[in-house]
């Protein structure tokens, strides 16, 4: 019914950057709030950021004035720019939407996950 998928991911060098992307397919009506996520191995899901639907941020400490999220909304697309880049920062990343459906039902829609490795 909807779907999201990343992009973006891969290999950098610390104190490199880089842009994940995740565009929303199916029946959707509007999008509200949207977020980033990551999993290292080993350890829990871990909140990034969060935009709303007004364009409001905010962010987890460990990424704060590292990255920065932001939103297309006419792409039902969201975007995490990676500054700064360090070894601790290797993780799965995903995207997470909260999305109404054009049949007006409402839940949260995650993506399939992105892997960054942040290595020399």
């Known amino acids: 019914q909807v779907q999201l998928v990343e992009s973006g991911g891969g290999l950098v060098q610390p104190g490199g950057s880089l842009r994940l992307s995740c565009v929303a397919s199916g029946s959707i009506f509007s999008i509200n709030h949207m977020a980033w996520f990551r999993q290292a191995p080993g350890k829990e899901r871990e909140f990034l950021a969060r935009i709303a639907g007004g364009g409001s941020t905010n962010y987890a400490d460990s990424v704060k004035g590292r990255f920065t999220i932001s939103r297309d909304n006419a792409k039902n697309t969201a975007y995490l720019q990676m500054n700064s880049l360090n070894p601790e920062d290797t993780a799965v990343y995903y995207c997470?939407?909260?999305?109404?459906?054009?049949?007006?039902?409402?839940?949260?829609?995650w993506g399939q996950g992105t892997q960054v490795t942040v290595s020399s």
């Open positions: 997470c939407m909260n999305v109404i459906t054009t049949a007006r039902s409402q839940f949260d829609s």
